[in-house]
């Protein structure tokens, strides 16, 4: 039985019902258009805080790095790997990699595509004056080399049989040499060019950005002439926004909407299980975080069952770990985190706690039902003896917390698996150096790289069998739950969302439906 009643959870977690104005800037039917031209609007929970793809790995920031630039390689809504930049890929040897690139692709700016913006692209993300966020993506590779402008040649360290799913991801979005090292880092971010399927228009900060079709794109001009993502961080408004036709896409729809849209004549719920997990960060340099009896105590305090069934009105399961449902060595004989106050208070005891103070920096629908969990959570410690509390944060704020490394002790992270396997989640962020090194273990490090370079699926999945024991006992995250990522959709809006949260608008994956 959990500590919290039902009633009790949704008054800490601050719960209550969709009725709110929508705000006049949402205005302009999207399902009203008569004209030709059309718009594609969407509404997300809060801003972005960086263009430039190898900045930021952040949800609100990839749906429009990802459409503005693109990959050697795209992982298509099915999760399996197609053509985009490279037209075709084979590994020569087992450490060589050759890539034939697509010909006749123009940058938004009208400056041809070739090789020589490939190998620059991969060596700024690793470049260490560069300090990227995406900087330990590709460190199984040794160099880049661009034999003619229409060949790439990848040479890795070891056999890397993963390369084609990394360079589909975080990190291989490629940018134009030229351009920016003639107008730097900072012009770059204020002005993107890319060769994707939108073009730059204008960003107006807090509230929209606006990207036009590129007409010239290689996989078709997409089906509307003018996307606009708008930051609306309430969710009233969102919901509010589609229900009236005023928006034809709202992403972290939040469960306990679900019913509104689906039974709303011209709104329907898409959704896909999330390719990754919502988990609680752990600055595990700072005392009590330090010490894992404590986090031990924390993970034990959290009711996983009950913020699924009441918060999540069942659409999510609990984690058993670190690795997602569906990811290749996902073990499926592990059980779900255990729920034990009684224990939980044990061991908080038994760590010598002694009523230091525990903050879990959240935002506010960043990431769907993320400051309602963390009130609820709070309330789970309170009720085992922590000292804890909540502290709510701009998106902005938790941006640049997340490229410092400056959380002072737990924060809401939703890492994502790039590769649909354990070396694209938790090895990606986890590792030494990684954008969440905030703890350390020699042997957890030991197999990590030997998995990474391993073509023995037996040796990475027994590894990875370690890696998650040793991940249990000091808890670098504290995994919550592996949701089910839904958006409320106009009806005349032809989408399937994509599981890694990238916002797929090409002609493969989005259209309008014509009366």
Do not use: C
Not at 394 to 418: H, M
Not at 458 to 471: C, D, L, N, P, V
């Amino acid at each position: 039985m959990s500590g919290l009643t039902r009633r009790e959870l949704l008054k800490a977690a601050g719960v209550a019902g969709a009725a709110a104005a929508l705000p006049s800037a949402l205005a302009g039917p999207a399902g009203a258009q008569t004209t030709q031209k059309r718009e594609l609007i969407v509404a997300q929970g809060g801003d972005i805080s960086k263009f430039d793809p190898h900045f930021s790995t952040s949800a609100n920031d990839i749906r429009i790095s990802f459409n503005l630039f693109d990959n050697l390689i795209v992982r298509h809504p099915d999760t399996k790997l197609h053509p985009s930049l490279a037209t075709d890929w084979k590994l020569a040897t087992p450490t060589t990699w050759t890539f034939k690139l697509r010909q006749g692709v123009k940058w938004h700016n009208g400056d041809p595509f070739s090789s020589a913006d490939v190998k620059h692209s991969f060596e700024r993300t690793w470049d260490p004056k560069q300090n990227t966020r995406v900087s330990t993506v590709f460190t199984t590779v040794e160099r880049v080399e661009a034999p003619d402008a229409n060949t790439v040649v990848f040479t890795t360290k070891k056999p890397d049989p993963l390369l084609a799913a990394r360079v589909a991801f975080y990190g291989g979005q490629i940018v134009p040499k030229k351009y920016l090292e003639a107008v730097g880092n900072d012009a770059f971010n204020a002005k993107p060019v890319g060769t994707g399927p939108v073009r730059f228009v204008s960003w107006t900060k807090d509230d929209r950005i606006v990207l036009e079709a590129n007409p010239d794109y290689f996989g078709g001009k997409p089906d509307f002439d003018r996307f606009v993502m708008r930051a609306v961080p309430e969710m009233a408004p969102r919901v509010a926004g589609l229900l009236k036709g005023e928006v034809d896409i709202i992403t972290q729809l939040p469960p306990d909407q679900g019913e509104r849209v689906s039974t709303n004549p011209s709104t329907r719920v898409a959704g896909a299980l999330y390719a990754g997990l919502y988990v609680l960060g752990v600055n595990s340099k700072v005392p009590p975080l330090d010490n894992p009896l404590v986090k031990q105590a924390l993970s034990l305090a959290v009711d996983r069952d009950l913020i699924v069934k009441e918060l999540w009105r069942g659409r999510g399961i609990a984690p058993s770990g670190p690795i997602a449902k569906g990811d290749n060595h996902f073990d499926a004989s592990l059980p779900a985190l255990k729920y034990d106050p009684k224990e939980a208070r044990e061991r908080l005891k038994k760590s010598g706690y002694k009523g230091e103070e525990i903050v879990i920096e959240t935002t506010a629908a960043y990431m769907a039902n993320d400051k309602p969990m963390a009130e609820a959570i709070v309330a789970m410690w309170r009720d085992i003896g922590v000292n804890a509390k909540v502290e709510v944060v701009e998106y902005s704020v938790r941006a640049q917390k997340n490229r410092d490394k400056s959380f002072k002790g737990l924060w809401w992270s939703d890492p994502t698996s790039t590769l649909s396997d354990p070396d694209g989640m938790f090895w990606r962020l986890l590792s030494p150096g990684g954008p969440q090194d905030y703890w350390r273990h020699a042997r957890f490090d030991e197999l990590g790289e030997a998995a990474r370079f391993s073509v023995d699926e037996k040796f990475r999945g027994q590894a990875y069998k370690e890696m998650t024991k040793i991940f249990l006992e000091h808890l670098p995250w504290i995994p919550i739950i592996q949701p089910y990522e839904d958006y409320g959709v106009q009806k005349h809006v032809d989408w399937t969302p994509n599981p890694n949260q990238t916002f797929e608008i090409r002609r493969f994956a989005f259209k309008f439906r014509r009366a």
